[in-house]
């Protein structure tokens, strides 16, 4: 004999009255409110923003414990200093070795790092940056901009408003080759600057 | 809401661009049902619709993974609940209830809505693993060994995390715990 064997539930569905009035108040309660509308695409562009930051947090988190001191090492330091660790979605340069993919949305200035087994990495948000600083950000990753076109916005000249590419999907020849057979490789991400003439 | 048996099924699993139409269809035919589970776990649509909303988004990032499983419905249902049991452990957000009810006469239609109104409040100020374990039993309609695996215990802590659940809603209703004590005889138990 356990010692619920008292008040043990009856099985699944709610056997006794009690757990049928139960079952009957869930029910009820969750018929009481309509389920709002969730928006797919406000979901996709929270997410990204929220990995944006948070991956941002962790390169601020590796500057803080002496990370910095290596990636200064590696040169270009004048770069980072002159941003704010925060400003910025961002990736360790670490990321890069694992990196298989390169997605690059028409409709953000994002560029998207995919690993191999298809789990999102990191993501570059290059929207704002001038183009020397774009390069230097794909630059750490291999990556380099290819047509540079310009467009009438309100925004600051020079500066980066979308990234696009011409074929389905950019895919980058880092990691295995096998994985990449058959598919069309470049690494080349094309940039819309502002032209500021809106 | 099994995934393998929707018609929906297929075009949710088709594709492996997160922001794709696949992601698309999912949130559109299941975040109702999503929501419905949220509300009756945390017991307020605000918190709900947060819940639901931090799921999705997780789901998003997770997509892959999610399309891949071999029920992404019950994929999408532990990412809630454990995300609801991450939420309670940060804010420890409850919803009071009001000390307990009155008897309500047989038949009365306004008194029987106030006491389920009562039960589910009561429900609400169940610890939230205890509450979780009520709800995906008697909502979600699940078995001790979906619950053992959806919260990563043992079906006996399932087993008995219900049989307490149960134990305190009976103990805040004791005019129904007459009731709820006679339970209907099985023909199994005959043949014992």
Avoid at chain 2, 7 to 21: D, F, H, K, Q, R
Avoid at chain 2, 56 to 73: Q, T
Wanted: proline fraction near 6%.
């Amino acid at each position: 004999m356990t010692p619920y064997d008292d008040v043990r539930p009856s099985g699944r569905g709610g056997g006794t009255p009690f757990e049928q009035e139960l079952v009957s108040a869930m029910n009820d309660f969750a018929d009481s409110a309509t389920a709002p509308a969730f928006e797919p695409d406000v979901i996709a562009r929270s997410s990204r923003r929220k990995r944006g930051v948070a991956v941002a947090a962790l390169t601020a988190a590796a500057v803080i414990v002496g990370a910095g001191t290596a990636l200064a090492t590696i040169g270009h330091s004048a770069q980072g200093a002159g941003r704010a660790a925060g400003a910025e979605p961002t990736v360790p340069a670490t990321a890069s070795p694992a990196i298989t993919e390169v997605n690059a949305r028409w409709h953000f200035a994002q560029v998207e790092l995919v690993t191999q087994k298809g789990h999102g990495l990191a993501t570059i948000d290059l929207a704002g940056l001038t183009l020397k600083d774009a390069k230097t950000m794909l630059s750490k990753h291999n990556l380099r901009t290819g047509s540079i076109t310009w467009a009438p916005c309100t925004g600051r000249r020079g500066t980066v408003l979308m990234v696009f590419h011409g074929t389905p999907r950019l895919v980058k020849a880092v990691g295995d080759p096998d994985y990449l057979k058959g598919m069309k490789l470049t690494d080349t991400v094309n940039v819309d600057l502002c032209s500021g003439n809106r | 809401m099994d995934l393998a048996t929707d018609p929906t099924s297929e075009t949710v699993l088709v594709g492996t661009n997160p922001a794709g139409t696949a992601f698309h269809a999912f949130v559109t035919s299941r975040s109702a049902g999503l929501y419905r589970g949220a509300l009756v776990l945390t017991g307020s649509p605000d918190v709900a619709e947060e819940l639901v909303q931090e799921t999705l988004e997780r789901v998003y990032r997770k997509w892959r993974a999610v399309a891949a499983a071999d029920s992404p419905d019950a994929y999408v249902r532990r990412i809630m609940v454990n995300l609801a049991n991450d939420r309670w452990r940060k804010f420890r957000r409850t919803v009071p209830a009001p000390p307990g009810g009155e008897m309500t006469a047989p038949g009365d239609e306004y008194g029987r809505i106030d006491s389920r109104d009562q039960l589910v409040r009561a429900l609400q100020n169940l610890p939230m693993r205890m509450r979780t374990v009520v709800v995906l039993r008697y909502f979600h309609d699940l078995s001790d060994d979906e619950i053992a695996g959806d919260l990563g215990i043992s079906a006996s802590t399932v087993r008995s995390q219900l049989a307490r659940g149960i134990e305190k809603l009976r103990g805040q209703f004791p005019e129904r715990s007459g009731l709820s004590t006679q339970r209907p005889r099985k023909e199994s138990d005959d043949s014992v």
